[in-house]
């Protein structure tokens, strides 16, 4: 399973190739995701390399091509059908499969949960949630919100008309945060959940 900086580092290397029909160099790597050093970004495609999910040619300029083949089957299982969690339903068997490549877009990488603040919308201690890179978000999303430049948290992005930006815990023991919108940049909102109980 690839870390969320591997999953950051495709995500770009998806978007710069779709963007400019060539693959990024190291450097342009390093910048994109956020990092100074190409000896980091270095080993993040090698990672990537390793897993199959690039192949390098060594020697060329800007030598990375991504492997898309079989995407869709590796990515999807069979939807069998529904279950009810309340009154018993019948079990009718379905054809379909479920496409979980769509948590896995351009721009989306993956963040494990630590801590309970969000327990109130069903997002647990331990859980991992999918985020869609985005330096803004809607009012009532919830978001990855990075204070002071320093410190991440995932919470539900309010805007007062004070100019202000609440971050609201979705747990009733924890108040609201309040910070002057200059503080707090946007780095993403949640669009998907996962959870293993194995």
Do not use: C
């Not at 910048?31 to 090698?46: D, L, N, P």
């Not at 009154?87 to 989306?108: F, H, K, M, V, W």
């Not at 949630?129 to 991440?152: H, M, P, S, W």
């Not at 503080?183 to 998907?192: D, E, K, L």
């Amino acid at each position: 399973m690839l870390t969320p900086s591997q999953l950051k580092t495709l995500a770009f290397i998806r978007r710069f190739i779709a963007r400019h029909q060539h693959a990024p160099s190291l450097s342009e790597i390093a910048v994109g995701i956020g990092i100074q050093s190409k000896g980091v970004a270095h080993r993040y495609v090698q990672a990537l390399a390793e897993s199959g999910h690039l192949i390098l040619h060594s020697g060329q300029h800007r030598g990375i091509e991504l492997v898309e083949e079989n995407l869709e089957d590796a990515l999807s299982i069979p939807l069998m059908g529904s279950i009810a969690a309340g009154q018993p339903i019948e079990a009718i068997p379905g054809q379909d499969q479920l496409d979980l490549s769509t948590l896995y877009g351009p721009n989306r990488y993956a963040l494990r949960v630590t801590g309970d603040s969000m327990v109130e919308v069903g997002i647990l201690d331990g859980d991992t949630v999918i985020i869609e890179q985005r330096d803004i978000a809607n009012d009532g999303e919830i978001v990855v919100a990075l204070i002071d430049g320093e410190n991440a948290t995932l919470k539900r992005l309010k805007y007062r008309q004070d100019g202000n930006l609440a971050l609201i815990a979705e747990n009733a023991t924890i108040p609201p945060m309040i910070y002057a919108a200059e503080r707090v940049a946007i780095q993403g909102i949640v669009v998907g959940q996962l959870r293993w109980y194995r």
